[in-house]
């Protein structure tokens, strides 16, 4: 292992390597804060009563899933610019990574509606609730909580597909690593750190994840539940184990 693994050159690369880490986390940080947000939103349209709407954002979920994310940066930044669309590498990846991942959590977010039972939307429209408010009030809270672990999952897949971002000069952690290895030759040693840096960051993710699911199946440690009540507002009560 001595003549493979070289110590003094991973203490010299370290640096440059938390340097690229970084990034990677910035960029998991950013997009993931935008695929949250997005991807509700293109749930809703999704499930939208008007048809060109409706239409328009199923052909966007289709076609980014049909698609690889590797495909879909390169065309960001490599492609784009032969039609006056340019970005800078760091914004194309945002951009490619956000429109890939806010495709995946919109059905993850409509599956997590569609879960909520009928009664509660009727429970809602029986008080003269308007649908929005009927959505944002009662459905979304329970909605969110069921997909919590889903959404969980697709945030530590954000944070290793990161990674792709080096096919566009994106100085993340694998660009880093790539780099380095290129000046010393020494790709054992470099890619060994990577990996380690790479796990040490995702493993606990994994273990917050997996402690989400099991908050979520125990109702959050009361076995709690949303209801509409009679004045239109909504309370959590405490279900009988």
Sequence with gaps: ????????????????????????????????????????????????PFGPLRWIVSGY??????????????????????????????????????LNVSAYLAEVYRSGIEAVPRGQHDAAAALGMRPSVAMVRVILPQAIRIVIPALGNYMVSLFKDTSLAAVITVQEMLFAGQIVSAETYDYFTIYTMVFILYFAVGYPAIRLVILLEKRVKAGYSGRKKLIVTPTGGVETVELIK
Excluded at 39 to 47: D, E, I, S
Excluded at 78 to 85: K, R
């Design 61 to 98: 979920v289709q076609l980014v899933r049909a698609t690889p994310l590797l495909i879909q940066l390169i065309y960001i930044y490599y492609a784009l610019p032969f039609v006056g669309i340019r970005f800078s590498p760091f914004v194309s990846a945002v951009l490619g990574l956000t």
């Design 1 to 48: 292992m001595s003549s493979l693994f070289d110590p003094d050159l991973a203490r010299t690369a370290f640096p440059v390597l938390l340097r690229g880490l970084l990034v990677t986390v910035e960029l998991t940080v950013i997009c993931g804060v935008l695929s949250l947000a997005f991807g509700l939103l293109v749930a809703l349209a999704r499930m939208s």
